[in-house]
Every structure is written in C-alpha cells, then in structure tokens.
T-cell receptor, first 117, second 110 residues
Framework: GAVVSQHPSWVICKSGTSVKIECRSLDFQATTMFWYRQFPKQSLMLMATSNEGSKATYEQGVEKDKFLINHASLTLSTLTVTSAHPEDSSFYIC?????????????FGPGTRLTVT | LAKTTQPISMDSYEGQEVNITCSHN???????ITWYQQFPSQGPRFIIQ???TKVTNEVASLFIPADRKSSTLSLPRVSLSDTAVYYCLARGAGANNLFFGTGTRLTVIP
C-alpha cells in the first residue's frame, strides 16, 4: 500500500516549451501532495505544497507562474514547468501525505528527470 | 522543524553493522524522527520513524536517547544494495513540510 507514481519518468524538451508532470497516489487518497526538486548530488528542496481543491503554497524563491501546480482530485497533482530553460533541468519528485490508517507519513514518487536542451 | 546534522559520507564493508548518527539539538517536544533512504534517480523511501527509546522494524533499528538531541539509525549486516543516501528528519506530528538536510552517503564496499 501507499504507492505514489509519477509520469513521465524522464522527459527531454526544448527551451521555451512547457512540460507537465503527473503525480498520482495509486491506492490511497491524498489531500496534500508536495513537489520537490533535486539537483545532482544535492538534497531535496521543497518547492510547493499542493492541497486538493485549493491553490498551492509555494516556498520562498519558487516562481508560482513558472511552476504551475494543479491538484484537481484526491489522487492526482500535476506540475507544469512553463517556458522551460536549461537551468530548470533537474530531478522532480512528488510526495503524497496519507496512506495507511494511523500513519501520518509522506510517500514519495519515483521522480521525473527533466532535461531542457 | 529542527535542523539536523549528519556525517556527509560513510564507508562500510559488506556484512558489517552500520550506525549513522544524526544530531537534532533543537528538537521540539512534538517532533518525531524519521529516516529515509534514497537511491540514485529514485524518490526517497521511508525506513523508520520513532519518538524515543528504540524502534525496530524489518530493515533497521532506530535508537533515540532520553534527551532526544540525537538519534542513530542502525543497519544490520549491510549489503552492496544498501549503498544509498540516508536522510534524517525531525518534524512535528501532522506537520506538512519535510526539509531534507544533506543526508549521509553510505557506500558499502565488497
């Protein structure tokens, strides 16, 4: 139980285009999902907190107009990187809060490798 | 959220027990201590969580002294597949945000 998936697992796009990444909780409902970014050999950095049916809360320094987050259902959150540039190339990881009864924990997706050329 | 400090890296031979210590001097009364494991190009995986004393599951043990200012993750008889980065986090129950520190890069040597 408590499985989180991401799609795609990797994507290559050209500079200036937009890319959408999906995060799904497969066997539980997640009222809250989180998006992280991780550069090579660095730790995870929280980008935003996504709540179902409401606007996302962004961490300081993260451009909300560039990283659009939608959490339309209890099992799906999407991150759209708009007008991507090479510096946006990174490993994007989502997590979902919830899962097993009585366990308040975050479960992470496998990540999406974005390369902008 | 308490700041955590861990060694940047550790090496160990296969079959040995590995202990990774995390310092969290400013841990709050309602903070739990959670450890995650991350392999390259994968999302973190929950290993173990505890509040005080000792917690054991099928993969690890977590030791937390009475003052809770530190914790130690113990991995028994490591194998090559345990090579990964291990993160220690201290956060309040129900808190949304997880802030990852630098983690400890464990390398298991044959």
């Amino acid at each position: 139980g408590a499985v989180v998936s991401q799609h795609p697992s990797w994507v290559i796009c050209k500079s200036g285009t937009s890319v959408k990444i999906e995060c799904r909780s497969l066997d539980f409902q997640a009222t809250t999902m989180f998006w992280y970014r991780q550069f090579p050999k660095q730790s995870l950095m929280l980008m935003a907190t996504s709540n179902e049916g409401s606007k996302a809360t962004y961490e300081q320094g993260v451009e909300k107009d560039k990283f659009l987050i939608n959490h339309a259902s209890l099992t799906l959150s999407t991150l759209t990187v708009t007008s991507a540039h090479p510096e946006d190339s990174s490993f994007y990881i989502c997590s979902a809060r919830g899962g097993l009864a009585g366990v308040d924990e975050q479960y992470f997706g496998p990540g999406t490798r974005l390369t902008v050329t | 959220l308490a700041k955590t400090t861990q060694p940047i890296s550790m090496d160990s031979y296969e079959g040995q027990e590995v202990n990774i210590t995390c310092s969290h001097n400013n841990i709050a009364t309602n903070d739990y201590i959670t450890w995650y494991q991350q392999f390259p190009s994968q999302g973190p995986r929950f290993i173990i969580q505890g509040y005080k004393t000792k917690v054991t599951n099928e993969v690890a043990s977590l030791f937390i002294p009475a003052d809770r200012k530190s914790s130690t993750l113990s991995l028994p008889r490591v194998s090559l597949s345990d090579t990964a980065v291990y993160y220690c986090l201290a956060r309040g129950a129900g808190a949304n945000n997880l802030f990852f520190g630098t983690g400890t890069r464990l390398t298991v040597i044959p």
